[in-house]
């Protein structure tokens, strides 16, 4: 099955028309983070200055707090062909979310090759993640998370199409380097997401890999060097990608914030004052999860417990609700997002459930298996040190695609007593998320029901 095989143009097609359909019927203007990257975007467009406002010094810009520069100059590079029309992002982006459901299925026909017996299964597999509530409020707006699963879904392509070959070439190496480069513009996570890829290669390869995997470094390293050396001229230090770190880890660690991103508590206002530049607050605000960590381990880890409980909650639904038109359409998204997200999370369990369980018994495990539980734990890691929310896991979510085809052919087989046991089990674990979660930030909840109901 190619990549262009009929049945999965259509499927494209489809999921491309829901995504963008979404889009011009809301026709969201970009509020909040939105805002600011259409901002930055707009003054490289216009003037080739990766700032927010102009008129101020670039030492106090909020820019370098933003997750970027990837996402800015995408939208930039739009702009300069298009001119500021919103359209034409939500078109692209509806493309490449199309994009990234079909390649995730040519992944998973690879992984798990008896999956394409059951087509219809896998077909409707790809339209399931291809209207994910979640994704496609994403796709409407201007937000990184489009381009990031893009860019994610098209490294781990490139790496199972290169993972058939006995030995790699040197242009492939540069290849997998360019995109997880590019990635790492777009979102810290690349070099991670590399370092698995490559580790992998090593295992299964070893020294075939050697000149594969310094290519790709060497690539990735070079893609960073412009940015680093900007940032170099403009704030006198090296930063490797924005201020943004920092901020992060103080908000998403500070006791009582439960994880999520808030700059109302003192310590943070406090640090604000003090450190008015942008990159100073973030060294200050990292020296202080250093201190709280190693002073305050217990309470550390205990907080980074609570964020992963939170990260698989079932209340982390779609959670944008300025651009619907009443509450029918806000509840309709709130019961599809409960639904897709508990379908998609409980597949995510079942694997590490199945895994486990096989390795308990039998005591081995397979390389695939370890690649995915790998790339589960960088997926979970970034979010839960920094902050939690429900597009922090989004990546995750539409990434766990290929783990349902091996879910699949796993159960399929066993009778419905075994069946009906299994998911009982996997159920048990959201259960749990989901009530640690409302009992953490239960005001929280009843203040996003009463504007549902409102």
Not at 19 to 30: V, W
Not at 55 to 83: C, K, M, Q, V
């Amino acid at each position: 099955m190619t990549l262009f095989h009929r049945p999965l143009l259509v499927i494209f097609l489809i999921i491309f028309s829901i995504n963008i359909g979404y889009a011009l019927l809301y026709a969201i203007e970009p509020r909040v983070d939105a805002e600011a990257y259409d901002e930055i975007a707009t003054n490289l467009f216009k003037y080739g200055i990766y700032q927010a406002n102009l008129d101020g010094s670039p030492l106090l810009d909020g820019s370098i707090t933003r997750i970027g520069p990837g996402y800015e100059f995408f939208l930039a590079g739009i702009y300069s062909i298009f001119g500021r029309r919103f359209v034409f992002v939500w078109i692209i982006q509806a493309i490449l979310y199309a994009l990234s459901i079909v390649m995730l299925g040519k992944i998973t026909i690879f992984l798990v090759p008896e999956f394409e017996r059951h087509q219809k299964w896998f077909f409707g597999l790809l339209i399931f993640f291809g209207v994910f509530i979640d994704a496609i409020q994403l796709n409407a707006m201007l937000m990184t998370e489009s381009l990031t699963i893009f860019l994610i879904t098209l490294v781990f392509y490139i790496f199972t199409h290169h993972f058939q070959k006995k030995n790699y070439s040197i242009w492939e190496g540069m290849l997998i380097g360019l995109v997880a480069g590019i990635l790492m513009l777009v979102r810290p996570m690349g070099f991670l997401i590399l370092l698995t890829c490559l580790g992998a290669v090593f295992f299964i390869r070893r020294k075939h890999a050697i000149s594969y995997a310094l290519a790709a470094v060497l690539v990735f390293g070079a893609i960073q060097i412009p940015w680093i050396y900007r940032n170099y001229n403009i704030f006198g230090t090296f930063l490797f990608h924005t201020a943004a770190g920092g901020m992060n880890l103080l908000s998403g660690n500070y006791p009582g914030n439960h994880g999520e991103f808030t700059a109302d508590f003192l310590l943070f206002e406090d640090l604000k004052s003090l450190y008015p530049a942008p990159v100073d607050f973030s060294r200050a605000a990292e020296d202080w999860y250093r201190d709280f960590f190693f002073h305050h381990p217990f309470q550390a880890l205990g907080i980074l417990f609570e964020k992963t409980m939170i990260f698989f909650s079932l209340t982390k639904t779609s959670g944008f609700w300025f651009h619907y038109f009443g509450s029918f359409d806000k509840a309709v998204t709130v019961v599809i997002s409960v639904i897709q997200n508990f379908l998609i999370l409980g597949t995510i369990f079942a694997f590490m459930i199945m895994t486990i369980l096989r390795y308990i018994r039998e005591r081995s495990i397979s390389k695939r298996d370890i690649f995915f539980f790998c790339i589960i734990a960088v997926m979970i890691a970034i979010p839960i040190l920094t902050v939690v929310a429900n597009r922090h896991r989004l990546p995750l979510a539409v990434l766990s695609l290929p783990l349902f085809g091996i879910v699949f052919m796993n159960v399929v087989s066993w009778v419905s007593q075994k069946k009906v046991k299994f998911f009982s089990i996997v159920a048990i674990p959201l259960i749990v998320t989901t009530f640690i979660d409302l009992s953490l930030q239960f005001d929280k909840f009843k203040s996003h029901l009463s504007k549902l109901l409102s």
